[in-house]
């Protein structure tokens, strides 16, 4: 098992950057696959960007491709998003999940096993 807590959103200007990062403690963390999901108000929650155990895959939706980039320190149990030129639509309940004998980066919500509980990104227009 492994508790989930992210941190890091806030409000930006279209353009800018933010660094989302998402603290685990449990098990070991190199065990997880992690990724980064996002639910806008009256939408549903929607895959972002994955990563495998070692950090060697990585996957991205295409919404973000080029601008997002997802990292992992497992010396320091953290996972990160980097986010950069950001667009009102990236407006955004932020949430990190980890996932435990699944394919190596998993871009379903069946693949996860543990929820943080979010943080809110907003960016203005």
């Known amino acids: 098992q492994v508790q989930l807590v992210e941190s890091g959103g806030g409000l930006v200007q279209t353009g800018g950057s933010l660094r989302l990062s998402c603290a685990a403690s449990?098990?070991?963390?190199?065990?997880?696959?992690m990724g980064w999901f996002r639910q806008a108000p009256g939408k549903e929650r929607e895959f972002v960007a994955a990563?495998?155990?070692?950090?060697?895959?990585?996957y991205y939706a295409d919404s973000v491709k080029g601008r997002f980039t997802i990292s992992r320190d497992n010396a320091k149990n953290t996972v990160y998003l980097q986010m950069d030129t950001l667009k009102p639509e990236d407006t955004a309940v932020y949430y990190c999940?980890?996932?435990?004998?699944?394919?190596?980066?998993?871009?379903?919500?069946?693949?996860?096993?543990?929820w943080g509980q979010g943080t809110q990104v907003t960016v203005s227009s």
């Open positions: 999940a980890a996932g435990l004998y699944v394919r190596s980066a998993p871009r379903t919500e069946g693949e996860y096993n543990y």
């Open positions: 990563i495998s155990r070692s950090g060697g895959s990585t």
């Open positions: 449990g098990r070991t963390f190199s065990n997880y696959a």
